[in-house]
């Protein structure tokens, strides 16, 4: 089951001047494009004076869930742009003029305050209805909560201006769900600190582009920047530093209700037990979280992945991972996984004495799984659920059924061949390879994010089903504050469509000729968007 | 001859905290790297209340040099930066404090209200003297005008934040001159428009990076932003839009001020007989300025580059130059004459009749000469001189002997090669293939510029002196205001180190030990210049 939108309303020719190369698409500037579009060429005027957004009569909205309330300000916003007008109503309305959309919330558990969740979009097709309909120039819209942004979204990129710089849309019937219920971005907050004000902007910049989870790969080798409760010193020791470069328990709650009112889940990953330099720094006064490098038979001064073989380690991991759990609401935790270096375990004697008590011989693979395995026993107890990295599954871990697998490694073929293995295994699976954002080339590199289908891999349907998304990977080597939202957007959306839409919207034209408008969309909403190739937005960026 | 420097003064240690991989370098944060730098370890203080940058007690220094003053309060805002009080003087200064910065313009022709020029560059030697002597606790400085800003800019990158957060500049002797006088940056404004911000903001920057060229490549096949008081028909049509997305003779006048008085020449590039499809637009209503192609023996509909054979092109780039060289001042014009594609000449009757006609066959390389030397007669009229891309020279046309080749084709053994032959012909010529920073790529590309060398060919010294020096180029295909800044920089602080320090210049580790620094010191100011790795900035980029 998936998301199911229906829209019988009023829709557009192409809202945006062409550009040197694009041509105006049927479909309008609709990004990504919805399930199924019929726009007519029956038009009708928006008023910045006249027009309201507002809950439908029979709507279950509660009057006091300002969630609903700020997005209806957030799309007028949007809608009317710098020309919007501040004065009251004119009580004057032309005749082909539209004064009202009608927000039906068709559940009576609104979800105000509840959070999205992989299961509630799964859960959508029957409940997330939208029925718009024109009736003396009153619009109707039906839908559920969380995906009412998603609506929101969806209508706001039906209005266009005309020559007069009036605000029209058309006349149009959509349905509308998404091909994918895991639709991602990752970003990296230990490669470089990302202030909190760069992470809400680009939540903001997701939901224009309907991504729906934000992976939140907080903590890293070089910098812990997550202020623990429980374990303080991390971040105190860990992170570039300690004040201005970490994320408050405040900030945390900040970016996570900045996100749940977008429709946006926060899955925070704690990688371990590789790529975890900086936890050491912060784990004092025992000095035992990681383990220690041997340079012969003397501790060389330097530390490795974290100590798989302590006691002390597990205790610490329980305790951490409890705090994590309450400080996060999202059913899963993302608990990394990957790239574990074992030339440091190899150099260490305690550690090949367990190696040879355990029967792993010299298999550090073996090792690795019996960290994870313990890992996975104590998140399990923490009530969530878990993703971690293709080479968990790779190295034969015992996974609860719920386990989503994160294949980010290899070429087309190899990674082909990972999800055909991990979905034949039964598990549900999630895919990045092609999609690493931060891997930059010259010329248009959105059509290979767009070609690339996580579907497609020899499997069958049921396999095919085990799918529930992928997501583009924005790794912080490279980037920071001053880079990463021209870096990220349109490249992103280019993914966003390819996990939204059906399966067969794989025309490169119609995409470019719908994609360049929606890029100019998101600059004239404030967000740099780098362009695509030669051309020109009707109104640049200003934000210099 | 190249511009001297010589500093007597105080010196840093290491102004930021060193960076994840970035160790204190003995030339602190000094970039480019000036020609002799020794820094002592006797540091004094500067207090914002008490520190001022006056004009030297025997200096020509005329107080109605508005130019001086405002360079004085931009380099004092650079220095103190947030930190900088706004309360009057203190009246008590410490023991070890420097409370003045003196300013000496050593010839009496300030050139206030002069312009910046290759030739002015090419003298200073004699006449750009700094001598910052510690007596009293007063500083000295001499130099002749433009280049003040250079040791302004130098004086900015000695001051460094002990662990209170004072700043402070160490005792130092510094002897600077430039090894090449002509130190470029490229940008594009017809494939994308970048509004005039846009600009200035990169000049401001260029000035921090001692760049001094502002190469305006305003036109080109895409648009025509520039507006002509001749014909101002050549924006109407063929610009983006005719009001939003030109640049008006005030536009220009703005942007060529805002480089003169940091030092920096604007030569506008008018790239023709190719690159201009913009120009055809305006061109009514004869419309005969490009070349009708033939499809067949008939016209298609479509032109090609401008058509060399009529009176009436000559007619109009007579009147069309001789306004661009009044209302650019500098002594250079680019003409371009790079790419030119004969198939449409090849297509067109009457071109084939005057190649019959003057005995040129089938070789229109020998057109394109024609064209080109008409030109550059014209031009020359106008008293001005002229660059060109290097297929002009490739193809033998007769040139001027103070002509600029710019090199901008093929691998390293072909533009040395091209370097070569240029420069055995008696050519200045200037370098950018190894540096167009438009090509993106994954990882630290900066080293790759800052190895690049343009006096490394084969060559007599006397070959080597022509090389005048370089041009970073940012093209803009996939550039314009949402991400120049972060693409431009720092990666064109590499090629800056390049043209400016000494040839022996070449450590990469004290490179990137200097750049990391240089790069967040840029950030400070207000520039989004992106991470060159893994690190951070003690304050990060807040413009988001």
Redesign the interface.
């Known amino acids: 089951s998936s998301i199911f939108f229906t829209w019988s309303l009023l829709l557009l020719i192409n809202p945006f001047e062409p550009e040197?190369v694009a041509e105006p698409s049927k479909y309008g500037s609709l990004w990504p494009l919805p399930q199924k579009v019929q726009i007519s060429d029956v038009s009708y005027k928006l008023s910045s004076s006249n027009f309201r957004i507002v809950d439908g009569k029979l709507s279950y909205a509660d009057p006091s869930c300002s969630l609903l309330q700020d997005a209806y300000r957030r799309y007028f916003d949007y809608i009317f742009g710098l020309t919007r007008k501040h004065g009251p109503k004119s009580g004057r309305t032309g005749p082909s003029e539209l004064t009202e959309l009608q927000v039906w919330i068709t559940s009576p558990d609104t979800e105000c305050d509840g959070y999205p969740s992989l299961a509630s979009d799964e859960s959508c097709e029957s409940l997330s209805f939208f029925n718009i309909q024109l009736l003396d120039l009153i619009y109707y819209i039906v839908f559920i909560l969380f995906p009412l942004f998603l609506g929101l979204e969806t209508f706001s990129q039906l209005v266009y201006e005309d020559e007069y710089g009036v605000k029209n849309v058309n006349s149009s019937e959509i349905n509308d769900f998404p091909r994918f219920a895991h639709r991602g971005i990752l970003l990296d907050s230990s490669?470089?600190?990302l202030?909190v004000?760069?992470i809400l902007?680009n939540l903001e910049t997701m939901a224009m582009n309907k991504f729906n989870v934000f992976h939140w790969h907080i903590v890293d080798d070089?910098?812990f920047p997550f202020m623990s409760k429980t374990f303080p010193q991390l971040s105190q020791k860990g992170a570039?530093?300690p004040y201005?470069?970490v994320y408050t328990p405040a900030d945390v709650k900040k970016v996570i209700e900045f996100a749940r009112v977008r429709g946006i889940r926060v899955i925070p990953e704690f990688d371990t037990p590789g790529h975890t330099q900086s936890w050491g720094k912060g784990d004092f006064p025992c000095e035992n979280l990681l383990t220690p490098c041997y340079s012969g038979s003397k501790p060389s001064g330097t530390f490795g992945p974290v100590n798989p073989i302590l006691n002390s380690t597990y205790d610490f991991m329980k305790q951490f991972f409890k705090e994590i759990s309450t400080v996060f609401p999202d059913a899963y935790i993302h608990l990394g996984g990957d790239e574990v270096n074992f030339s440091c375990w190899k150099s260490n004697p305690d550690i090949q004495k367990f190696m040879t008590d355990h029967g792993f011989g010299q298999d550090f693979s073996k090792l690795e799984s019996f960290y994870i395995q313990n890992l996975l026993d104590i998140v399990t107890t923490t009530n969530k659920g878990y993703m971690i990295w293709q080479e968990v599954f790779d190295n034969g871990v015992k996974l609860t059924p719920d386990t989503l697998i994160h294949v980010w490694k290899g070429n087309q073929q190899q990674y082909q061949k990972e999800m055909a293995n991990v979905t034949s295994s039964g598990y549900q699976t999630l895919l990045s390879t092609p999609w690493y954002l931060?891997?930059?080339?010259?010329?248009q590199d959105w059509q290979e994010f767009y070609k690339a289908d996580p579907q497609e891999f020899n499997g069958t349907e049921t396999q095919k089903k085990l799918v529930i998304g992928g997501e583009a990977c924005l790794w912080?080597?490279?980037?920071?504050?001053?880079?990463l939202?021209?870096?990220l957007w349109p490249r992103a959306s280019a993914v966003a469509e390819r996990l939204w839409s059906a399966m067969d919207v794989t025309d490169l034209g119609d995409a470019w000729n719908r994609l360049s408008p929606h890029r100019c969309r998101m600059?004239e909403r404030g967000v740099?968007?780098?362009?695509?190739?030669?051309?020109?937005c009707?109104?640049?960026?200003?934000g210099?």
């Open positions: 040197p490669r470089h600190f202030p004000q760069v902007d070089p910098s570039y530093h201005t470069h931060n891997r930059i080339s010259y010329g912080g080597e490279y980037v920071d504050a001053t880079n939202s021209p870096r600059v740099p968007a780098e362009p695509l190739f030669v051309s020109y009707p109104r640049e960026y200003n210099v």
